[in-house]
């Protein structure tokens, strides 16, 4: 019997987020996706690939959104908050990757890579796909309460790709100045971000680093509880890298456990944690799930360890924005899906 054909709609799908996340859903094994490519009207007539398909992107409309069953939105706050209703209206679910929704009524942060957090129901109108650090920490967390986690404090590291291709262009452009001896293009940072890792950005920057660390604190208390997100400090830099979030994690457990202990701990859910010698951004690439290695905290008791993660901040959103969807679906058997 020939697999359910499942409608899609990319609102974004220019963005780099946006072709992640076709790629990911043209290279889904569990469902066929049917998708339609949308964007603003500068990037309409565009043709990218999804997969090894050509798509043409249209500039998105209320109408764009008759017969799709499942809306993503991967572009601007902006374009997210003036289609969302009509989508759904529509009568698409909605599964939003800007973080426009959250807040909203009926609205969940979700990660259905995590073990945890609420779940969807017939109420829910749009699910906000959890930001890929909180995603990191929290299956981090999920994972070590079986050994008595007590207390976790991550330095998380940024790529440039959380702001998109200005963010990574902006990079880029002030490497080639540095090498070059030319002024820095600051537009997006409004600071020099190339070869330098810096805790705050400028103040007419795109991204204030204070909001997006809150972002990410609530959203791992959103996927485990407000005690579990209470226990973890967390840091945020800026790294001066393309793609891939890193974080160094300090984790204390309420008694002594081995270093096997840990990473039983840790491989003992799903498959969306690996260990790795040495993860990094480059060995991440590509991949749905988060990387990690362990090591004991040397000069401290045998209850405390470090961990090293990494993950393709991308392809994880795009993995969890597709899980998300997933699960709005089951919940319309009357979608229309066919």
């Not at 009207?41 to 409309?61: C, K, L, N, R, Y």
Request: aromatic fraction near 6%.
């Amino acid at each position: 019997m020939a697999a359910n054909i499942i409608r899609g709609a990319i609102v974004g799908a220019s963005t780099l987020l946006g072709k992640e996340l076709a790629e990911e859903l043209n290279g889904a094994t569990s469902s066929t996706w049917d998708l339609t490519l949308l964007d603003t009207e500068e990037s309409g007539g565009t043709i990218t690939a999804a997969g090894d398909e050509p798509h043409v992107i249209q500039p998105i409309s209320a109408l764009a959104f008759t017969g799709i069953d499942v809306a993503f939105f991967a572009g601007e706050v902006s374009t997210t908050l003036e289609f969302w209703k009509a989508a759904h209206a529509a009568g698409a679910s909605i599964v939003d990757l800007t973080g426009a929704l959250e807040g909203q009524p009926n609205v969940l942060v979700r990660s259905p890579l995590v073990e945890g957090g609420a779940s969807p129901d017939l109420a829910t109108v749009a699910e906000v796909s959890a930001h890929p650090a909180a995603i990191m920490l929290a299956l981090t967390d999920a994972r070590l309460q079986s050994l008595g986690l007590t207390r976790m404090a991550a330095t998380v590291l940024q790529p440039a790709s959380e702001l998109g291709s200005a963010g990574v262009e902006e990079v880029h452009q002030q490497t080639v100045g540095l090498l070059s001896f030319k002024p820095l293009k600051k537009d997006i940072y409004d600071t020099q971000v190339a070869f330098n890792v810096v805790a705050s950005l400028g103040s007419d920057a795109k991204l204030n680093l204070d909001t997006a660390r809150a972002r990410i604190h609530r959203h791992i208390a959103a996927l485990t509880s407000a005690d579990a997100s209470d226990s973890i400090a967390l840091q945020l830099l800026q790294a001066p890298v393309f793609h891939g979030y890193t974080a160094s994690v300090f984790v204390e457990l309420s008694q002594a456990e081995d270093e096997e202990a840990v990473r039983a701990a840790m491989l003992g859910g799903e498959t969306s944690l690996f260990e790795e010698e040495s993860p990094s951004n480059e060995s991440a690439a590509g991949k749905g799930e988060v990387l990690f290695s362990i090591s004991p905290a040397i000069s401290q008791p045998s209850n405390t360890f470090w961990l090293w993660i990494a993950s393709d901040n991308l392809r994880l959103a795009a993995r969890n924005a597709t899980a998300c969807a997933l699960e709005l679906l089951e919940l319309r058997p009357q979608s229309g899906i066919q």
